[in-house]
């Protein structure tokens, strides 16, 4: 697990003075991250773009590239901002690595399709004025920021190169698009032939955030919102490499809006509220400082979860086996992440659970579905989020309330469909995001 957060406020902006200090003296070319979290807010000159939780190694659901980690390979990796700006940089994250992270070097570009880049678009990154980089074991880094002209919905590529092995690395399952793997260093190609290898995850990248530009004025002044929670934010049963999770089309809702601002995504497929799993990430209540009160120029965070809470007790391995849960426990750690963002100056809304009839988390008795209900007239009714989002009515079957309507189910009467996505994110009053 990462350091906390007294850490994070505190040494990120003194982290390249002190690196350029002390330890490049010592280590010629390398920079050192010193610490897990974010530097103090510089006049709010930078603000994210794009994120992803970061997740401890694992394969649940088949091979990725977690567990073995990389040694003398390339990693680019494609992602889509939903902010433009003047400059750029990126978050790298060591946080469940066990050993120090040393990062060659890394390059931003436009993306031009697959694993190839718009020519003339490759940008240097560098990290406390270094090309290399050491990422402690927990913990996590900037690079600097470096002049790159980009606009909302633009694609990036974000490639690294990682020479020594790595061991087993810090990522986030569930990308819903394609990284790439070559052999050798890369990270300048313009071309995508080297890139032999595919993988539908993102490995240590945890962040692009932009500064200038649209970052600085007009509509792009909006605080920007974070969506949390888990699979069904992190758009299990959308089309990959499409952006038809529901995040994406709130951000696209909002620009169309004359509203442009960031919409971070911070679901983890399988992640529950109230309990740590193996595999899904640890539990909400503890995760939420560390992946969204560290987010910068954000106003609104929006809560999804409890699905996995309420099922998974159900579920063999690897979806199950955590302790039951009740609706008062989860309703106790909604009540948490309430308190945690209020804390910060938050606005906070909850979100009703979607339909789960005809699921793998439907139990014969009936028994999730009484919990479902609870929880559910609990966020609609208790007035303790500042507003709510009915997300379960959105996208219910107005025949059978307890089940997704067909059009909007893609396939496993769990998901969401892209077009179920898209009825998510027109549920949204775009006059309650601050």
């Given at each position: 697990m990462g350091a906390g957060t007294s850490s994070r406020n505190s040494v990120r902006g003194a982290a390249v003075a002190l690196v350029s200090a002390t330890v490049l003296a010592a280590l010629p070319g390398t920079a050192i991250a010193l610490d897990s979290?974010?530097?103090?807010?510089?006049?709010?000159?930078?603000?994210?773009?794009?994120?992803?939780?970061?997740?401890?190694?694992?394969?649940?659901?088949?091979?990725?590239?977690?567990?073995?980690?990389?040694?003398?390979q390339t990693v680019r990796q494609v992602v889509r901002v939903t902010k433009?700006?003047?400059?750029?940089?990126?978050?790298?994250?060591?946080?469940?690595?066990?050993?120090?992270?040393?990062?060659a070097g890394a390059t931003i570009a436009r993306t031009d399709g697959g694993a190839?880049?718009?020519?003339?678009?490759?940008?240097?990154?560098?990290?406390?004025?270094?090309?290399?980089?050491?990422?402690?074991?927990?913990?996590?880094?900037?690079?600097?920021?470096?002049?790159?002209?980009?606009?909302?919905?633009?694609?990036?590529?974000?490639?690294?190169?990682?020479?020594?092995?790595?061991?087993?690395?810090?990522?986030?399952?569930?990308?819903?698009?394609?990284?790439?793997?070559?052999?050798?260093?890369?990270?300048?190609?313009?071309?995508?032939?080297?890139?032999?290898?595919?993988?539908?995850?993102?490995?240590?990248l945890t962040g692009v955030e932009v500064s200038g530009g649209t970052a600085g004025r007009g509509a792009g002044r909006g605080k920007g919102v974070v969506t949390f929670g888990?699979?069904?934010?992190?758009?299990?049963?959308?089309?990959?490499?499409?952006?038809?999770?529901?995040?994406?089309?709130?951000?696209?809702r909002l620009a169309a809006a004359g509203q442009e601002r960031a919409v971070l995504n911070h679901g983890?497929?399988?992640?529950?509220?109230?309990?740590?799993t193996t595999w899904a990430g640890e539990k909400g209540i503890a995760r939420f400082e560390k992946d969204v009160l560290n987010e910068r120029g954000i106003g609104t965070v929006i809560v999804l979860e409890g699905i996995n809470d309420i099922g998974a007790s159900f579920q063999g391995p690897p979806i199950g086996g955590t302790p039951e849960v009740s609706a008062r426990q989860l309703i106790e750690g909604h009540r948490s992440l309430i308190r945690q963002?209020?804390?910060?100056?938050?606005?906070?809304?909850?979100a009703t659970l979607t339909p789960i009839k005809g699921s793998?988390?439907?139990?014969?008795?009936?028994?999730?579905?009484?919990?479902?209900?609870?929880?559910?007239?609990?966020?609609?009714?208790?007035?303790?989020?500042?507003?709510?989002?009915?997300?379960?009515?959105?996208?219910?079957?107005p025949a059978d309330r307890d089940r997704l309507l067909p059009v909007y189910d893609s396939g496993d009467k769990l998901h969401p469909s892209d077009a179920g996505y898209v009825a998510m994110a027109q549920a949204i009053d775009l006059s309650e995001l601050r």
């Open positions: 979290g974010h530097a103090p807010h510089k006049a709010a000159s930078w603000s994210g773009s794009w994120a992803a939780s970061p997740q401890s190694p694992a394969a649940p659901f088949g091979p990725n590239w977690s567990q073995e980690g990389f040694a003398n433009g700006g003047a400059k750029a940089r990126i978050e790298l994250s060591n946080r469940y690595g066990t050993a120090p992270l040393r990062i190839a880049v718009e020519a003339g678009s490759v940008r240097d990154l560098t990290f406390g004025h270094g090309r290399a980089l050491t990422i402690p074991a927990g913990g996590t880094a900037l690079s600097d920021g470096v002049p790159f002209e980009v606009e909302a919905f633009e694609s990036v590529s974000v490639t690294l190169y990682l020479a020594a092995p790595t061991g087993p690395g810090t990522f986030h399952h569930t990308a819903g698009a394609k990284s790439f793997r070559a052999a050798g260093d890369h990270r300048a190609d313009r071309g995508g032939e080297a890139f032999k290898e595919t993988s539908e995850s993102w490995y240590f888990d699979s069904i934010t992190d758009g299990v049963g959308s089309t990959v490499d499409a952006n038809g999770r529901y995040p994406d089309k709130l951000a696209e983890i497929s399988g992640n529950q509220v109230v309990n740590d963002a209020h804390a910060r100056g938050l606005k906070v809304i909850g793998f988390y439907d139990d014969p008795k009936g028994l999730n579905e009484k919990k479902r209900d609870a929880v559910n007239a609990w966020i609609r009714g208790s007035g303790e989020y500042d507003a709510v989002v009915d997300f379960d009515r959105a996208v219910a079957d």
